[in-house]
């Protein structure tokens, strides 16, 4: 068994029995991200919260069951990335990269005074209630900003229909080894925003004199 080639969605693989094999999980970009044992699962995480659990068969080194579908690696990478989702083994192991990336959005680029304008004159006004969530993605160790700036500017880029290209006062936060930190896309680079994580503060209310 393994040297009988079979055809998967048009493509001829070569299914393997032998035990302890591992499905390699990747990004649009071919970076390996993380191995999952035959057998078992790995969470996908839509754009919209829904998280699922999706069991996981070798099939080779190239091509695995996910779910109910069959994929080859790079087809699944991108089939995740067209629908901003994104994906984690269920055991994550000592190596394995669970990072990602989000872009925020402004809501309504006419009610916001500094929407479209550099870092120099939104320091002072920038508030995470402005923005609400564009995309949400998976993120190779090598991947920069720059690199997301130029996926999301490209005619091709995900989201293309349902989000404005990347562009001046969009915010990118990284997830990288579960620390998070935000960066305000300017004219020029990148300004780290380390307040757009912070939760809001409220104002007390004032109380009335005693009586």
Same mark, same amino acid.
């Given at each position: ?35 999952v044992p035959d057998?078992?699962?790995? %969470? ?6 829904? @998280? !699922? #659990?999706?069991?996981?068969? =070798?099939?080779?080194? +190239?091509?695995? &069951? ?36 989000t872009i925020y ?10 929407? %479209? ?6 320091? @002072? !006004? #920038?508030?995470?209630?402005? =923005?609400?969530?564009? +995309?949400?993605? &998976? ?5 920069t900003l720059d ?50 994580? !912070? ?13």
């Amino acid at each position: 068994m393994g040297d009988v080639p079979v055809n998967i969605r048009g493509v001829l693989a070569f299914p393997n029995g032998e035990g302890g094999r591992k499905i390699r999980f990747i990004d649009s970009g071919y970076n390996t991200l993380f191995h999952v044992p035959d057998g078992d699962s790995i %969470f996908l995480t839509t754009f919209d919260d829904r @998280r !699922k #659990l999706l069991p996981c068969r =070798y099939i080779d080194d +190239y091509h695995a &069951v996910i779910g109910n579908d069959t994929f080859h690696i790079c087809e699944f990478a991108e089939f995740a990335q067209r629908e901003g989702a994104v994906y984690a083994p269920e055991h994550p192991q000592e190596g394995d990269i669970c990072d990602t990336y989000t872009i925020y959005q402004i809501k309504d680029t006419r009610e916001v005074p500094y929407s %479209f304008e550099p870092y120099d004159y939104a320091k @002072r !006004k #920038l508030w995470i209630g402005h =923005y609400q969530r564009a +995309y949400r993605g &998976v993120l190779a160790p090598s991947t920069t900003l720059d690199d997301l700036f130029d996926r999301h500017n490209m005619d091709s880029r995900p989201f293309g229909q349902r989000m404005r290209s990347m562009s001046v006062s969009d915010v990118v936060v990284l997830n990288r080894g579960g620390e998070e930190k935000a960066f305000y896309v300017d004219r020029l680079g990148f300004e780290e925003v380390p307040q757009f994580l !912070k939760p809001p503060v409220r104002k007390r209310r004032r109380s009335g004199p005693e009586r």
